[in-house]
């Protein structure tokens, strides 16, 4: 039963444990700063840090940290031009924090022994919910009521509206679902494997030399899916917006 419990306590899924680090209560509800809080805190502040000390003192020729600062801003902004168009560029600091903030977090998780929170549906959820909420609201803000039309696409058979308009709603109420559940999965998925190939390094001993190779090569490859999965998810937001923005069908 000790031997179960220690296998568990280091088992591949041992690395998505929350734990409260300090114990609060608002109102009934449990509001405990977490190892999860821990670091979206520190995140946020290398985020912070990195912006500041890359945009101070800026000058014509830019030093490595204000070229990188660049090239993100850059990025971001080429995203958004390309997928919501020139009046979409209102939104971009929204755009380019939630990239930021997606990117440090999947990030994070790489380095050995940290925490990664992107790998929690709970987050991802209410990062997605976010994304919903102000797509939608900007869509009824810039068209009012006419942002009902995006569920009547143009050219359908009015016989054929009782059909695709539900189709339509259920497609855009799903949003968030999809946004959530890519980024939560993809992150868990490729963390769990590394658990398991390391931990296969490690009981094999001298003959672990093949699943040490095939963990390093693993590794490369999950740096690559975090910054994919941050990409998607901008670029799925940027997509939602234009829908807002220019109610595109």
């Not at 800026?58 to 902004?77: C, D, G, H, K, N």
């Not at 929170?117 to 991802?124: A, E, K, L, N, Q």
């Not at 946004?179 to 009981?203: D, E, I, P």
Request: net charge neutral; aromatic share 14%.
């Amino acid at each position: 039963m000790a031997t179960g419990a220690a296998e568990g306590a280091h088992g591949p899924m041992h690395q998505f444990e929350i734990n409260r680090l300090a114990e609060f209560e608002i109102f009934g509800i449990d509001a405990s700063f977490t190892n999860s809080s821990l670091f979206m805190v520190i995140g946020v502040a290398l985020i912070v840090g990195f912006l500041a000390l890359a945009t101070n003192g800026r000058s014509l020729v830019p030093t490595r940290l204000q070229s990188v600062a660049e090239l993100a801003y850059e990025f971001i902004a080429n995203m958004v031009r390309e997928n919501v168009g020139t009046a979409g560029m209102k939104y971009f600091p929204f755009v380019f924090t939630l990239f930021s903030f997606i990117l440090a977090m999947n990030m994070l998780g790489m380095i050995p022994y940290s925490f990664t929170v992107t790998s929690h549906i709970i987050v991802t959820f209410a990062l997605a919910a976010l994304v919903f909420v102000v797509v939608t609201a900007i869509g009824f803000a810039r068209h009012g009521l006419g942002y009902l039309k995006l569920f009547v696409p143009e050219g359908v058979p009015f016989w054929l509206m009782p059909l695709i308009v539900p189709i339509e709603l259920i497609s855009y109420l799903i949003r968030p679902i999809s946004l959530s559940v890519r980024l939560f999965a993809n992150m868990m998925a490729g963390h769990t494997m590394l658990k398991v190939f390391a931990g296969f390094v490690v009981s094999l001993g001298i003959f672990g030399f093949a699943p040490l190779l095939f963990t390093i090569a693993f590794t490369g490859l999950e740096f690559v899916v975090a910054f994919l999965q941050a990409f998607i998810f901008t670029v799925l937001t940027c997509i939602y917006l234009n829908d807002a923005v220019n109610m595109h069908h």
